[in-house]
């Protein structure tokens, strides 16, 4: 076979790639940190994906984040006002913000982050869809023009937005403004290279299979970070990722990821234990059944058998070793709008269960097409203890299918699942964040493709209710609808556990996971 | 077994076993086998537990009363699943024997017994898969059907007739020039009915021997695929798949871990032990492939 | 010699052709549309899914994709990943190119000379105790899959002992369980065919006459012995190193390497096929190349292959 010297080039490089790293160059001061897979993406445009949101964080910004109590803080935007017809804000942004790149940070580039989202063939992830209300969304999405009227710079540090309808939460959504001079510089595909944001880390490089790494911002308008970087080591087996803690290889040992079975063993170990820090985590977990590609679902008794017969309170003592409480509705204790009198439990009641089935037409699950239930190798284990409740209560056959993480999310995003379990974390601290993106028969991310009108319009009015109080029950009225109907139901809510070196201080886990990593300190 | 014994005959069957018994390594394989064998014919009646039957109570159940060797991360019975484990096994082993014996010797008969253009067309075909190795073979295929039995049984007899062909390709030909072929031959006897009647049990002892050193080979490929992820999927119990299970919890729980290994290893150190011995008393001039 | 040299590269070249046309034939027949997978969202934007089967080359007709895909592969283009859309299968690739010839080749210096010696050993001690307890342990090293060994090991040496790190890949010391792991069966079948070889090599009559010359026993072994017995080791390498590289597939998952075995794993998960083809494709020609050189190593030392390789 014939290789260029290109290629040869290629393996020489990586050879002594692997000699230098064998002998054990490293950077002392880095803060590390293990990921179970590679990064979905690592840019802000296309980001919609939970590894991907871990290390953006550290390296864009928004008008605003959470502390560590899911409270709303405020970050790119000092403050902001409601226009009076409460279809759009104007923005205060934060000077002496300066982007990785040197440049200050102004109205401009906000203006630009918003319109590349929306711009057809960049492939706008999970932002996009917040700005899908500004006024002259329409027109950039279909490619008439790459200016968004909505938006309107009145100097460099203040900005109004125009709404088409009232979207209330925009102040709070987690967008990640980007340097508009150097992506018009160089185009989008340039994140893969070099950083544009003006979060505390500058983007390094990020090695497939291998690590991701960011470096020290030192003009942070928050202060320079402790740390002179960041390296995400990618282990994709978490038990792996324990040895390396111990030794040595991690300062923080990242469980938050896996199934929860390596968590559940940290937190046996006696030398784990004392270090492990822990946060309940502000993300549902549900089942997802299609209607559309497995009709006897269309039944809403045979929703409601697949439901009871899970038994949560086993399966968050058992399977979980406790990290983890049932879950019944949609709505996670944590976020604004949660009511923990809204949803009673759901019991679990394998006899009701079969006489749900049978009354729907499939006694003992005789009748029912094949089936499967799909998910990712580490949730493995959750999808066996289910298929097993279903064959030993349903007499249901309930196949599993393991698929590789991004196949798996690019099936689920069009809609190609017909049976899943699967979690949604919150990216804001709001109800309306797991409401409207997870159950909203518009939103890209209803993977079970679940529509209910009554359900859809009282979202719909939630989003323009600015008044707290009643767009909170409207909430927890929508959250009714949904599981009356067993659209779906809640299955659990993890405890999310990392193990910190006693060296290292300032990591910090939230309802949303780490805080960025600014304020550790490694001694 | 009336073709063995043709070709054991001067010294005869009795003689064959007496020496098999003195030769200790294959008693032990054979003992391993035999054990394993039986586990796995009656593993419907002689689980101690449903094997798929999870139960949250005792999730990670160390070895004790109720579960003899503990359970595994979702609380069902190793032992159960090691039983029901070597049923699979042996049922995926012997289908992928059963393919590549009736091709490996179906194309090796017809290329030594034509020549010409079919053999080299087989011996090419022969030549190339051996120029992938097994796993990777069984890798493609994977890609293309998507894990599971059909999958691990394809890919393995895929890699393992070429072998076999090979052998009754060189037997086959050392027999061509016998007296009794001849004698066939001049009698008007069909090709098919010489080779079938009268050169298979000549060269049955021979294949014996390359088939039980051959399942071994394929229950290790097995085993490997369903580590990966790639073979036998969930709920049916893999060796290679609880021990992958087993390593998540090396640390506190090794017993699912240490007991699939010694299992899944002592199975195929015992196909081999009974293969070398075979392969020492049937048929010494036959080696590694 | 030169023929010679010629003739063998003849033989290699059909196999490699072999090995592309199956790469080839088997992407086309993977289930799934490859634009629809990378669309992911966008599933529906049909402008996009042209602008993409354009950029792979889909929109042509598939005798002109074959021939695009061997042109392009000549030039040591591999395509475009399905996985990381738009990313080239070489920077998928690249970073763990030299890491699993690596292992295979640690593997293959530490098996060589110990299983030599093993086998040696044992066949000077023919029937001694010593012998069958050498042949025992070469059966259990050949037959424990290597992920079962790993699993023994590092229960053994990093839970129990903590003398190693259980995975990862960047120090030395991360190296040694995976390459002992990979050579324990490399290591057995070599010793196993150096006590069959070296058996007969003592029967022979040379080997007879330089004892009954008076010769030391010692050079005996040394001198027409190993000599006779390196030349059938050297013509199985091949195959003892393609079973090493495909035990890296397996063992850089276990110990978590980020070298072409786990990347190829993760690609037929990801139903990224030009990447796993692309792998298959430098594994095979790697393969292929190898038995290539042994073959003419072989000639080298014993000329008479050379004269039967011209029938």
Redesign the interface.
């Known amino acids: ?4 010297s ?2 040869v080039r ?2 020489f ?3 002594s ?2 000699v230098m ?4 160059i490293a950077d002392a001061r880095d803060l590390r940190i293990n990921i179970n897979a590679d990064p979905e993406m690592i840019d802000p445009v296309t980001y ?1 994906a939970l590894i991907a949101g871990d290390i953006l964080k550290n390296i864009y910004q928004g008008f605003t984040d959470t502390d560590e109590n899911g409270r709303i803080v405020p970050v790119l935007a000092e403050r902001w006002e409601a226009h009076p017809d409460n279809l759009g804000f104007r923005f205060h942004l934060r000077r002496n913000v300066v982007f990785h790149s040197g440049r200050p940070f102004t109205a401009r580039d906000v203006k630009y982050t918003l319109e590349q989202l929306l711009i ?2 960049n ?1 706008g ?1 999970l932002a996009r869809q917040y700005v899908e209300r500004v006024e002259g969304a329409r027109a950039v999405i279909d490619g008439q023009t790459r200016e968004l009227s909505g938006v309107r710079i009145v100097d460099d540090h203040t900005l109004d937005v125009r709404f088409t309808a009232p979207d209330v939460l925009f102040p709070i959504y987690p967008f990640m403004f980007f340097d508009s001079a150097t992506i018009a510089e160089r185009g989008l ?1 340039y994140f893969q290279q070099t950083s544009a944001g003006t979060g505390p880390f500058k983007f390094v490089q990020w ?4 690590d991701v790494r960011v470096e020290a911002h030192r003009q942070y308008w928050g202060g320079a970070p402790r740390v002179d970087g960041v390296t995400w080591v ?7 990722a ?3 803690y111990e ?1 040595g ?1 991690l300062d923080v040992l990242n469980l938050t990821g896996g199934g929860g ?2 968590a559940r ?1 940290a937190m ?2 006696s030398r784990l234990r004392p270090q492990a820090i822990t946060s309940p985590v502000a993300q549902i977990n549900f089942l997802g059944m299609n209607q559309n590609l497995y009709a006897p679902f269309r039944d809403r008794r045979v929703r409601e058998a697949f439901c009871i017969s899970i ?1 949560r309170e ?2 968050s ?3 979980f ?1 406790g990290l983890a409480v049932p879950l019944y509705g949609q709505i996670t204790p944590g976020v604004a709008g949660y009511s923990a009198t809204n949803i009673p439990p759901i019991r679990y009641d394998p006899d009701r269960a079969r006489q749900l089935l049978a009354e729907a037409g499939f006694p003992g699950g005789r009748g029912l097409p094949p089936l499967k239930i799909a998910n990712l ?1 580490q949730f ?2 959750e999808i ?2 289910f ?3 279903w ?2 209560i349903l007499g249901v056959t309930v ?2 299918e ?6 798996f ?2 099936s689920l ?2 809609g190609e699942v017909p049976f899943f379990n699967w979690g949604w974390t919150a990216g804001y601290p709001d109800a309306l964040y797991f409401l409207s993106q997870v159950w909203h028969s518009r939103s ?1 991310f209803n993977r079970a493709r679940y529509a209910n009108a009554t359900f859809d319009r009282l979202i719909d009015q939630a989003q323009s209710t600015a008044n707290d109080a009643a767009r909170y029950s409207l909430y927890q009225e929508a959250e009714r609808v949904l599981i009356a109907d067993w659209g779906t139901c809640g299955l659990y809510m993890r405890t999310i556990v990392a193990v910190v070196r006693p060296n290292v201080r300032g990591v910090v886990l939230s309802p949303f996971r780490f805080l960025p990593f600014d304020k550790v300190v490694i001694n | 077994m009336n073709a063995a014994e043709a070709v054991l005959e001067p010294t005869g069957l009795r003689d064959f076993l007496r020496r098999f018994v003195r030769n200790r390594s294959a008693m032990i394989g054979a003992a391993i086998v035999v054990s394993i064998a039986t586990a796995a014919i009656a593993a419907p009646w002689i689980t101690p537990q449903d094997y798929q039957r999870t139960n949250m109570i005792f999730v990670w159940e160390p070895p004790g009363e109720d579960y003899v060797l503990g359970a595994d991360q979702l609380g069902r019975d190793i032992l159960s699943r090691l039983i029901v484990g070597a049923r699979v096994s042996l049922i995926v082993a012997f289908s992928v024997l059963a393919i590549a014996m009736v091709v490996g010797v179906a194309v090796g008969m017809a290329a030594a017994w034509r020549g010409g253009w079919v053999d080299t067309v087989a011996m090419r075909a022969a030549d190339i898969t051996f120029a992938f190795p097994e796993l990777i073979i069984a890798i493609l295929i994977a890609a293309m059907m998507g894990p599971g039995i059909p999958t691990v049984i394809i890919s393995l007899a895929l890699v393992s007739w070429p072998g076999i062909a090979r052998i009754t390709r060189s037997l086959i030909l050392s027999l061509r020039n016998e007296l009794f072929v001849d004698a066939a031959i001049a009698c008007g006897t069909r090709p098919v009915t010489i080779l079938l009647r009268h050169c298979l049990p000549n060269i049955v002892a021979p294949l014996i021997v390359r088939a039980s050193v051959g399942v071994g080979f394929i229950i290790m490929a097995e085993a490997t695929l369903s580590f990966l992820g790639i073979g036998i999927q969930e709920p049916l119990p893999s060796w290679g798949g609880m021990i992958r299970d087993g390593l998540v919890a090396l640390r506190t729980d090794p017993h699912m871990a240490l007991f699939s290994a010694l299992v899944l290893g002592a199975t195929i150190v015992g196909f081999n032990l009974l293969g070398d011995g075979l392969r020492d008393l049937l048929d010494p001039r036959i080696r590694d492939r | 010699m030169v023929t010679y040299i010629l003739r063998r590269l003849a033989t290699l070249l059909p196999v490699l052709f072999a090995a592309v046309i199956l790469t080839f034939v088997a992407n086309q027949f993977v289930p799934g549309d490859p634009v629809l997978i990378m669309l992911g969202d966008q599933s529906a934007d049909t402008a996009q899914a042209d602008r993409l089967r354009r950029e792979y080359g889909l929109d042509r007709p598939i005798p002109e994709q074959f021939i695009g895909y061997v042109s392009r592969l000549v030039v040591g283009d591999l395509g475009l990943s399905f996985r990381f859309p738009g990313v080239p299968v070489t920077q998928v690739i690249q970073d763990g190119l030299a890491i699993s010839p690596f292992l295979a080749a640690g593997a293959l210096a530490l098996a060589v000379p110990i299983g030599l010696a093993l086998g040696i050993f044992a066949a000077l001690r023919r029937n001694t105790m010593a012998d069958t307890g050498i042949i025992m342990v070469l059966v259990v090293g050949m037959s424990i899959p290597n992920f079962a060994m790993a699993a023994l090991l590092v229960w053994l040496f990093s839970v129990q002992l903590g003398w190693l790190p259980v995975a990862g890949w960047g120090r030395a010391s991360q190296a040694i369980l995976p390459i002992v792991v990979l050579a324990i069966p490399a290591a057995a079948y070599v010793a196993r065919l150096a006590r069959t070889f070296m058996l007969e090599v003592l029967q022979q009559d040379y080997i007879r006459t330089a004892r009954a010359k008076g010769l030391r026993e010692r050079i005996v072994i040394w001198r027409h012995g190993l000599r006779n017995v390196l030349v059938p080791i050297l013509t199985v390498l091949g195959v003892i190193f393609g079973g090493l590289i495909t035990g890296t597939f397996v063992i850089e998952t276990l110990f978590n390497i980020p070298g072409l075995g786990r990347i190829a794993i993760q690609s037929i998960f990801a139903r990224d096929y030009p990447v796993t083809m692309g792998i298959v494709l430098l594994f095979t020609a790697l393969y292929a190349s190898i038995n290539f050189v042994v073959d003419l190593l072989y000639g080298v030392i014993d000329p008479r292959i050379r004269l039967e390789a011209r029938r």
């Open positions: 076979m014939q290789m260029g290109r290629w290629r393996v490089g990586a050879v790639l692997t790293s064998m002998i054990g919609s057809p063939g492939r992830g595909p090695r497939r299979g291998q990618i282990v994709p087996s978490d038990e792996t324990i040895t390396m030794a290889e079975d390596v063993r046996r170990d038994d086993a399966m003592r058992g399977l070793g190798p493995r284990n066996a203890y298929a097993d409740q064959r030993q196949e599993l393991i698929m590789e993480r991004a196949l999310l690019r995003n069009a890209p």
